[in-house]
């Protein structure tokens, strides 16, 4: 694909990545917009001080712009766009300008970001995993915080839960099962359900409340690959929460 800039500001390079583009978005509407890009639609790309402008192909030709540094912010003519919502033009402008400026970005991460994955490897985690793991949750959790916006930002909350939801799940599918694994999902499910109640989270989607529901099918699927684990994980996990989750226990 032949992508023609113009005016284009030197070291104007996309502050976004791939991995930001798919933690950001549902994997439907990343693919949709890998396709509108893969299929030539974007084109005519340049760049000002405020970030990169196209015209993309759809129903209509649209006129889209995106932000250097945030790709959720931007602007496009589509019926979604004109309500404030990321739409697919959008997501494939992101794509088309990250494979354009950065070209030795090209890794698309495959499976799912939405359903707890177990690595199956059974085994004790290191200290040094465990550390990076934390720092990547607690990165994760800072997308998960309180709303007090005006009902025109709340699309653009609800899509900060979806990428702290994403990147939490993508961090805990490389835990290997053991009982520091168990220990360290009962820590964030504790967690998770504190700031429901405490931190004036708007989950109204049901987003934060899901993510707690697949770190749940992720100690289920560490009892099915070690089934000694399953007297630990009962002993271990709280036995009063806020929402029930103890009488959820093995039962997802």
């Known amino acids: 694909m032949k992508l023609a800039a113009k005016k284009t500001i030197k070291n104007n390079k996309p502050q976004y990545s791939l991995f930001d583009i798919q933690m950001s978005v549902g994997e439907n509407e990343f693919e949709k917009g890998y396709k509108l890009y893969e299929n030539d639609k974007v084109g ?69 970001f939405d359903y707890a994955l177990c690595s199956g490897d059974v085994r004790d985690v290191t200290k040094e995993e465990l550390s990076g793991i934390r720092k990547e949750i607690r990165s994760a959790l800072k997308y998960v915080k309180s709303y007090s916006g005006p009902s025109r930002e709340w699309f653009a909350y609800q899509d900060s839960l979806l990428k702290g939801r994403r990147l939490a799940l993508y961090s805990l599918s490389k835990l290997p099962v053991c009982k520091s694994s168990v220990d360290f ?12 109640v405490n931190s004036g989270i708007d989950d109204s989607d049901g987003t934060v409340g899901g993510l707690i529901e697949q770190i749940m099918e992720l100690l289920s699927l560490f009892v099915s690959f070690d089934n000694s684990l399953k007297k630990y994980t009962i002993e271990k996990f709280p036995k009063k929460t806020n929402f029930d989750w103890e009488k959820e226990l093995f039962v997802i």
């Open 44 to 112: 005519n790309i340049t760049s000002d001080w405020r970030g990169f402008n196209a015209e993309v192909k759809g129903t209509h030709d649209y006129f889209v712009s995106v932000s250097t540094n945030d790709f959720e912010r931007g602007s496009c003519d589509c019926y979604l766009g004109q309500k404030d919502i990321l739409c697919k033009h959008m997501i494939a402008l992101a794509i088309a300008t990250v494979l354009k400026y950065d070209p030795k970005d090209k890794k698309i991460e495959r499976g799912s």
């Open 185 to 196: 999902c009962i820590y964030l499910i504790k967690k998770l359900d504190d700031k429901l």
